[in-house]
């Protein structure tokens, strides 16, 4: 079966790649809406038939007392809310925020994921000796001279990374090569990561990078194919071809089989190695849109 299905449910292998991939982000570029409206679209999406697509509501930690306002009549029992908080500069007060924050909304909402950047070894070593239990924590780390000091201490902390895929602008959007470059590093070292920005799209497309009538137009990067690519360099496929699968362009050489996943039907990925992949490998990935990505997959009769 190729990306193209006339099947009615999705594919064993499209849920083992796809559930909980998205985690919302609709408070941040290009969709910038507001709480209120970011809150009543989370809300609605964890009602639908394709919430097992949806992981985390992301959110700046300086607008959770915003968020639970806005949030107050959307939380239902015994199915609390897991927000992604961007930590602010004082990392102290992040871990003192997030703390209070669980427990005055235990059973209605858990910040159990946190998202900081870091370009120093110090600056890893400090949050995760400040880290709680029961936080995960994602570090947004550069790819300059000490990106793989970076990623070996993120390792020997057995920590998570996170890169930047895309923006509103053409030079946002990292080459091909250079993610490929954090990737084989991080599954070299065992370190799992999430990506952010950019990801509205399955497949490599040449789109408007925002939503204004003037946008400007780019190649952005397609989420099946980072997902792929990263399976395939936890199998130490050689850089080329990842550089290839990277830049696929046609949907019809991905094919969803209920075995796994074949790309050009040359090389193929069990289900094992795709849900190694999303435990070992790429976690999710932060997306303005949750109703972009469910389309396109809807287009590509894979939902």
């Known amino acids: 079966m190729t ?22 982000a609709g408070l941040f570029p290009p969709s910038m809406v507001s709480m209120a409206d970011a809150v009543a679209n989370f809300a609605d999406y964890r009602k639908s038939e394709h919430r097992w697509l949806l992981g985390r509501f992301v959110v700046p930690v300086v607008r959770l007392t915003e968020f639970v306002e806005a949030a107050d009549g959307h939380f239902s029992d015994g199915d609390p ?71 070996t201490a993120l390792s020997t902390k057995r920590q998570r990374a996170k890169v930047r895929t895309g ?3 053409r030079e946002d959007f990292p080459p091909s090569r250079e993610i490929i470059r ?22 490599r497309c040449f789109r408007p990078l925002t939503y204004a009538s003037d946008a400007p137009r780019g190649t952005m990067h397609g989420f099946l194919n980072v997902l792929l690519m990263t399976a395939f360099a936890r199998e130490s496929y050689r850089v080329a071809l990842l550089e290839e699968l990277m830049e696929e362009e046609f949907d019809e050489a991905f094919a969803f089989r209920d075995n796994g996943v074949a790309w050009r039907n040359e090389h193929f990925l069990t289900d094992g190695h795709v849900q190694r992949l999303r435990e070992k490998g790429m976690i999710s990935f932060g997306s303005c849109s949750f109703t972009e990505p469910v389309e396109d997959l809807q287009g590509l009769g894979l939902l």
């Open 81 to 151: 809310w897991r927000l992604s908080v961007l930590a602010g500069e004082d990392i102290t007060a992040t871990m003192r925020d997030i703390k209070l924050f669980n427990t005055k909304n235990a059973g209605r909402a858990v910040c159990d994921s946190l998202e900081v950047k870091a370009n120093t070894i110090s600056k890893i070593e400090n949050t995760v000796a400040a880290l709680p239990d029961g936080l995960t924590a994602y570090f947004e780390i550069a790819m300059g001279d000490n990106f793989v000091d970076l990623v």
């Open 182 to 203: 954090f990737v084989r590093t991080c599954m070299a070292a065992n370190v799992p990561f999430k990506a952010t920005a950019g990801l509205h799209h399955p497949i």
């Open 3 to 24: 990306a193209h299905s006339d099947a009615s449910a999705p594919k064993q292998s499209v849920r083992t790649l796809l559930s909980g991939i998205v985690d919302y």
């Open 167 to 169: 923006g509103t602008a």
